[in-house]
């Protein structure tokens, strides 16, 4: 978040006027201009490099129910109430991805998918997710042996997980919101003025009525209050060229730390192992290393050795949110409540991003408060 003296225009030479100034052109402030399109908002979107240059385009496509945590994992860091209810959110933003991708015409496949064990601890985990699950009304099956028969230990299953493209989901919801959108236009400034808010932006300020962020991982930069909320983590991948068929459903293996999917075309897509080298990969460069780009090649000879001498067509890194709790942050500033946030999926924008984009707008209308996700849990004097 930070603009030369001479890339930007001089101070006062704002040419532009909006309800609400979205900065962030992922799938979460696309959907958002979307909804607020849909309300008669007059909305300008700014992003700093282009419609889904950010953690949104340079993710797997994975589609799934529930977060990075197991189920049994989850109720002991937030109890079972709330553990149901975080299940039933991305069963909900689930369902709603997929209706959108459909209704606008951008690739979506409902293939299932398998979470997988490589650990003894991490089977017994899954086993007692399954059966929790299955008491709380989720769909689990369970697999007592490895259903892709490579090498892992027993499986969680969900028929009704996808995998959607999300670049060009975001680009259709962009284009349905008839927002103005300024790609290449990096904020560096929000000035707090008695007729709006004043976004400073490389291209031109514009003066809102409403800001919100939509800004993950870059926050910090722009906005101090965020400093001790969100870490940035950076996650690799790497894709193949086109193989022969070898795997039907997306999968999640090692807690999270592994994730692929293969796509109808016959790239097999996989990322992971930020685990390898956690200082390392928080950072906000999105270029690899040979270390993580190795230990992705070395899982793709061990559990599809067939595709050992494909040929690697691609390699990407993408920078996420975390936050202390894993929880995403919705709110407002108590500094200025017209400036209003929601980011740090921590690694699952595609399996939350619309439900909190949401609650947010329920926030702002005043039917909701951001239950679970509201950031003033974690610092109640800078937030609403």
């Known amino acids: 978040m930070s603009v030369g003296l001479w890339q930007a225009p001089q101070p006062g030479d704002h040419d532009t006027h909006a309800d609400v100034a979205i900065i962030g052109a992922g799938i979460i402030g696309a959907y958002l201009a979307l909804r607020l399109g849909e309300r008669g908002r007059r909305t300008v979107v700014l992003e700093a490099r282009h419609v889904a240059g950010g953690a949104t385009g340079r993710n797997a496509g994975l589609l799934l129910t529930g977060v990075a945590h197991s189920y049994v994992a989850a109720l002991q860091l937030y109890g079972r109430a709330a553990t149901r209810e975080l299940w039933s959110i991305t069963v909900r933003n689930r369902e709603a991805m997929i209706g959108w991708a459909t209704r606008l015409g951008t690739p979506v496949r409902r293939c299932g998918s398998y979470i ?23 769909q689990a099956e369970w697999f ?60 031109g300020a514009v003066l809102a009525q409403q800001v919100i962020l939509a ?27 086109p ?28 990322g992971g192992y930020r685990n390898l080298a956690f200082e390392q990969e ?20 061990r559990h599809f050795p067939e595709l050992a001498d494909t040929p690697i067509e691609r390699r990407w890194a993408g920078t996420m949110a975390f936050t202390p709790d894993s929880l995403p942050l919705i709110g407002r500033l108590r500094r200025d409540e017209r400036i209003a946030f929601v980011m740090a999926c921590n690694g699952h924008g ?25 950031a003033r849990r974690l610092m109640q004097e800078a937030f609403l």
């Open 215 to 241: 800004t993950n991982a870059w926050t910090p930069l722009l906005v101090p209050e965020f400093a001790e909320l969100i870490v940035p983590g950076r996650g690799q991948v790497l894709a193949t060229a």
């Open 144 to 203: 007592d042996h490895d259903p892709l028969g490579r090498g892992f230990l027993c499986a969680l299953g969900n028929p009704q997980d996808g995998a959607i493209q999300p670049a060009l989901l975001t680009a259709a919801m962009i284009r349905q919101s008839g927002a103005q959108v300024r790609e290449a236009s990096e904020v560096y400034a929000l000035e707090s003025q008695a007729d709006g808010v004043l976004v400073r932006a490389r291209g």
């Open 243 to 270: 193989a022969p068929r070898v795997l039907e459903r997306v999968c999640y293996c090692d807690d999270g730390f592994e994730y692929f999917q293969q796509l109808p075309d016959g790239r097999l897509v996989l």
């Open 350 to 374: 595609l399996g939350l991003g619309i439900t909190v984009a949401d609650e947010l707008l329920r926030l702002l209308e005043g039917t909701g408060d951001g239950g679970m996700f509201a």
């Open 282 to 301: 928080r950072t906000y460069a999105d270029h690899t290393t040979p270390l993580i780009q190795d230990a992705l090649e070395e899982f793709l000879r």
């Open 116 to 138: 997988l064990a490589c650990t003894a601890r991490q089977a017994e985990e899954l086993r007692a997710s399954a059966a929790l699950m299955r008491e709380d009304g989720f």
